[in-house]
């Protein structure tokens, strides 16, 4: 009887041992990617490792791990469906360009989406294994984001290909946009048109984010009370405004004519602080009013209308 209770002892114990080593699983993390502007064909990815995957490889449980990239094209099936050839890269290189479209001269990311698997794969006790956990990135045309209408969807496509958007907003583009989001796009638009290099004399009192301390010390937003940042508080159309007329003064791009839409209707109602500001973008038809004129100062802007007027600046010489 004892010898039998052994055996089931030690049985129960080896399924315990394989439950948690099937459990252990690796996942990267901080995963993201950049169509290049230039030649749509080609995606920067990047990624980062987790400590998991770092101290099982450190310590020999692991080795010879890589990245693999498997990928889609809009509504087709993954390339490793079809037994087609993935991406694999060391995964301490940590950052890759890939032309997942070499295949097909007639389609880029300019005109496809593409949906991109990053998952591990590596050496355990003399076996190939590839993870069961993996990251996914949408990019490219028409890519997924909610809530967007007709009138803007070029823009918010044009957004989407720069990697303008940030992920939150993607959830529903019509909801207000808060100040932290708008920072974050203004700054990812200034890697294609302004490409500053920052100092880091001063910092918000309430964020550590490197991309809004950036905007800070370039002298495109300000703090308030305390010197916070204060990033989930929404954003006028004037407030707004006064952030990109400063963004296009820095930048140099205020110089040349102007010529104010007489049919706007409510400038009136702008504020005083903000009056040159709304006034020089509505010059430059980065603020346009809708189809009774008014251009609303005073209302919380959208998601989706700060996308397109984030996107008109790229137009501004």
Do not use: C
């Not at 080896?14 to 080593?21: A, K, P, T």
């Not at 389609?107 to 190939?128: M, Q, V």
């Not at 919380?300 to 397109?308: K, Y």
């Amino acid at each position: 009887m004892k010898i039998k209770f052994s055996v089931a002892l030690l049985s129960l114990l080896l399924l315990f041992s394989v439950l948690i080593n099937a459990s252990v699983d690796y996942k990267p993390i901080n995963v993201k990617g950049e169509i290049n502007i230039n030649d749509p064909n080609f995606i920067l990815v990047e990624w980062e490792n987790p400590e998991n995957v770092l101290n099982d490889e450190k310590s020999g449980i692991i080795s010879k791990v890589q990245l693999n990239i498997d990928y889609k094209i809009d509504d087709n099936k993954f390339v490793s469906e079809n037994n087609g050839k993935i991406f694999s890269f060391d995964y301490n290189q940590k950052k890759a360009t890939i032309n997942p479209f070499a295949e097909n001269e007639l389609i880029n990311a300019f005109n496809s989406r593409i949906t991109l698997k990053l998952y591990y794969s590596y050496l355990k006790d003399g076996k190939e294994i590839k993870s069961v956990s993996f990251d996914t990135i949408e990019l490219g045309h028409n890519s997924f984001i909610k809530g967007g209408r007709s009138w803007s969807k070029k823009d918010v496509n044009t957004a989407s290909d720069l990697g303008l958007i940030v992920d939150s907003m993607k959830e529903d583009i019509s909801k207000e946009i808060s100040r932290y989001e708008f920072i974050k796009m203004l700054m990812r638009l200034d890697e294609h048109i302004g490409k500053h290099e920052f100092s880091s004399t001063y910092k918000f009192s309430d964020t550590d984010d490197v991309d809004v301390n950036n905007a800070l010390n370039l002298g495109v937003v300000k703090g308030g009370w305390n010197n916070r940042f204060n990033g989930q508080s929404f954003l006028t159309k004037e407030a707004m405004s006064t952030i990109i007329y400063r963004y296009l003064k820095i930048n140099d791009k205020l110089s040349g004519n102007e010529t104010l839409n007489s049919n706007l209707v409510d400038l009136s109602d702008v504020s005083s602080w903000a009056k040159e500001a709304v006034t020089s973008l509505a010059s430059r038809g980065i603020i346009k009013g809708d189809d009774k004129g008014l251009i609303l100062p005073k209302f919380n802007v959208t998601r989706e209308q700060a996308i397109v007027m984030v996107v008109r600046l790229l137009t501004i010489n």
